[in-house]
């Protein structure tokens, strides 16, 4: 069975500071990968998607994720972070015949102003 | 637009109860699915819908759990004789069609506490 791992649990960053969150996934053939966004009191949000072609995928509010196939990870980065990026962020990986998402534990970020 | 609405937004019952939750979709989408979030935990799968029929229902925790989609559109989550691991909170998602590259729009949810 698919699986997501998401290695960081609480990230605490300071504004304008890089984000690299990490994301592994197990499967080893054709993946559709996501990254999702729940900010406080809101519900879950698509930032960004690969589903082929090239690895860098750019997302919404300057985020972007790098597939490495050889590593199995699907890493997000925006190399500024603003308060405003205070939230949860959840990595998933589409789960095929059952058109479910299956999800990773999520990253806690808090950006200090 | 109107997005995926669920109610209610907290529930409390007491161990042993019967709850449902709603989920109202956004108009027009064919995909449904409900997803578990316990604490500290990302969503977990527990069914799914297309249209009417009941296409996975692999990820319910038990049979005290019951989802229907009786008319294609709102769809309902039922548990039964309520117990303390059903806290969670509950997320409905619902996309225009089946497939990867359809988006999923999520509810708000619903934090269902069992005392």
């Known amino acids: 069975a698919q699986s997501v791992s998401q290695h960081n649990h609480h990230v605490i960053l300071s504004e304008a500071a890089s984000l690299e969150l990490g994301c592994n996934y197990s499967y080893g053939g054709t993946v559709n990968l996501f990254w999702y966004v729940q900010y406080p009191g809101q519900h879950l949000q698509l930032l960004l998607k690969?589903?082929?072609?090239?690895?860098l995928v750019k997302g919404i509010k300057g985020f972007e994720a790098e597939f490495i196939k050889s590593k199995f990870s699907f890493n997000l980065r925006k190399p500024s972070v603003q308060w405003s990026d205070t939230a949860e962020y959840f990595c998933a990986v589409y789960g095929g015949s059952q058109g479910n998402l299956i999800f990773g534990k999520g990253t806690k970020l808090s950006v200090k102003p | 637009g109107a997005g995926v609405s669920q109610s209610p937004r907290y529930k409390v019952a007491k161990r042993g109860q019967d709850v449902a939750l709603r989920c109202d979709p956004i108009s027009g989408h064919v995909s449904l699915f409900w997803y578990q979030q316990a604490l500290g935990q990302g969503p977990e799968f527990l069914t799914y819908f297309q249209n009417e029929a009941q296409l996975d229902k692999s990820g319910l925790p038990s049979d005290r759990f019951f989802a229907e989609r009786p008319e294609g559109s709102v769809s309902t989550l039922k548990i039964q004789r309520t117990q303390q691991e059903d806290s969670a909170v509950y997320l409905c998602?619902?996309?225009?069609?089946?497939?990867?590259?359809?988006?999923?729009?999520f509810g708000d949810g619903t934090r269902l506490s069992i005392l």
């Open positions: 998602a619902s996309s225009l069609a089946h497939g990867a590259n359809q988006p999923q729009h």
């Open positions: 690969y589903f082929s072609g090239d690895p």
